[in-house]
């Protein structure tokens, strides 16, 4: 059992910069590769980015590209989301999740996670 708590959301002017945080309890952090996903108002839960066990390889969505920065540090059981240069459209509740697979997987798919946080609230004004 994994617990995962996100923290770092907030309002913020387009053009601006956050880094959101997601603290682990529960088992090694490093057992699982790690992702953040994201949900605008009305829509869909999306992928944003995701990194391996070990922190070898990331991934994002295109959106997102040059922009966000995902990392981990597996001493401290935590994940991180650095947002650069946000836009309104980047405006929805982020959550980290845990998924339990082999070193060096990148996972994309929602429901390959087992583990999920409540979210933090990010808003991005125009």
């Known amino acids: 059992q994994v617990q995962l708590v996100e923290s770092g959301g907030g309002l913020v002017q387009a053009g601006g910069s956050l880094r959101l945080s997601c603290a682990a309890s529960?088992?090694?952090?490093?057992?699982?590769?790690m992702g953040w996903f994201r949900q605008a108002p009305g829509k869909e839960r999306e992928f944003v980015a995701a990194i391996t066990r070990l922190g070898s390889n990331t991934g994002y969505v295109d959106s997102v590209k040059g922009r966000f920065a995902i990392s981990r540090d597996n001493a401290k059981n935590m994940v991180y989301l650095q947002m650069n240069s946000l836009k309104p459209e980047d405006t929805a509740v982020y959550y980290c999740a845990a998924a339990g697979q082999p070193l060096g997987v990148i996972v994309r798919r929602m429901g390959d996670y087992v583990y999920w946080g409540q979210g933090t609230p990010v808003t991005v004004s125009s």
């Open positions: 529960g088992r090694t952090l490093n057992n699982y590769a």
